[in-house]
């Protein structure tokens, strides 16, 4: 049905685990060479090693994506390996809790720059190879929270969420004419080693509140992804995409216990 993607060049930030792991796995299984990038070495050699035994093309890099000159060390590697860039996922982001009466000019500064800053610098960095390849693809993770719904501590979060979605809008119709298109995918709640040790009980709260009764795989939002990166969706573009499950819909707690 879809033009296949199979020997594309991706690029994904924060993909040593999580959203950017199932990104990258989603990817790698549908034929694409994959670079996979975190901060931490060994969480990205073992990331590599999970995907290359299943046989897959990966490659993987270290970056900080708030740092804009390990970015563009991150697409000059990506280009030496792959031979270029089609399709950049901007993945990589944190998300600590903090309240606004005690968060710090600190705290603010590494939530906005990973989250957005480093979202445009690794755009930025990709671009002129996105630009060479004549049909890029940017695919930024951005989430329910900020740009819909709010969850008190993050506030900081929330905000880069929202900032991201305000950036691909501009973007999009600056990189239009070289045929590159960016748009986001706005995950809801999505299993994550990072929710391990939460227990269940907190896991079946979580689920109870999204009407297709269950949290998100990282794979969703992995297909999502691979969805705006086909040649199909070549004429869309500036667009979200909320992947949560209807978790966004209930106007109340009623309305969801009227299902
Ligand atoms: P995660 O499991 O904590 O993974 C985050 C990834 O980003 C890791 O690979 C991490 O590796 C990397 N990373 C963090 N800071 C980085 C930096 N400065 N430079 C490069 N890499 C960096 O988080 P996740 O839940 O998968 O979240 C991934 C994205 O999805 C984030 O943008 C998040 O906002 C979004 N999201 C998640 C959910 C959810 O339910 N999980 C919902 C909505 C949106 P290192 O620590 O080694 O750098």
């Known amino acids: 049905?879809?033009?296949?993607?199979?020997?594309?060049?991706?690029?994904?930030?924060?993909?040593?685990?999580?959203?950017?792991?199932?990104?990258?796995?989603?990817?790698?299984?549908?034929?694409?060479?994959?670079?996979?990038s975190g901060r931490d070495a060994d969480g990205v050699r073992s990331a590599v090693s999970r995907l290359a035994d299943q046989g897959y093309e990966v490659f993987g890099r270290t970056v900080d994506v708030a740092d804009r000159s390990s970015c563009d060390e991150l697409a000059a590697y990506a280009v030496e390996?792959?031979?270029?860039?089609?399709?950049?996922?901007?993945?990589?982001?944190?998300?600590?809790s903090v309240r606004l009466s005690d968060m710090t000019p600190e705290q603010l500064?590494?939530?906005l720059g990973i989250n957005l800053k480093g979202t445009v610098y690794a755009v930025q960095a990709c671009l002129p190879h996105l630009q060479s390849c004549g049909h890029g693809r940017v695919i930024v993770t951005s989430s329910i929270t900020g740009p819909i719904t709010g969850f008190p501590g993050w506030s900081h979060y929330g905000a880069s969420k929202a900032a991201q979605l305000g950036f691909i809008r501009t973007a999009a119709m600056e990189l239009a004419p070289h045929k590159i298109t960016i748009n986001a995918v706005m995950p809801g709640n999505i299993v994550t080693e990072g929710l391990d040790g939460m227990g269940q009980d907190y896991l079946d709260q979580m689920a109870a509140s999204v009407p297709l009764g269950s949290l998100g795989d990282v794979a969703d939002i992995g297909h999502a992804a691979l969805f705006f990166a086909t040649d199909e969706a070549a004429y869309i573009t500036g667009q979200t995409l909320v992947v949560d499950g209807g978790q966004v819909l209930p106007e109340s707690?009623?309305?969801?216990?009227?299902i």
């Open 1 to 36: 049905m879809f033009t296949s993607i199979e020997g594309r060049s991706v690029v994904v930030t924060g993909a040593s685990r999580g959203i950017g792991f199932g990104i990258a796995s989603t990817f790698a299984s549908a034929g694409a060479k994959v670079l996979i």
């Open 253 to 258: 707690v009623e309305a969801l216990q009227e």
């Open 109 to 111: 500064e590494e939530v």
């Open 81 to 96: 390996v792959m031979g270029g860039i089609d399709i950049l996922c901007a993945n990589a982001g944190v998300f600590p």
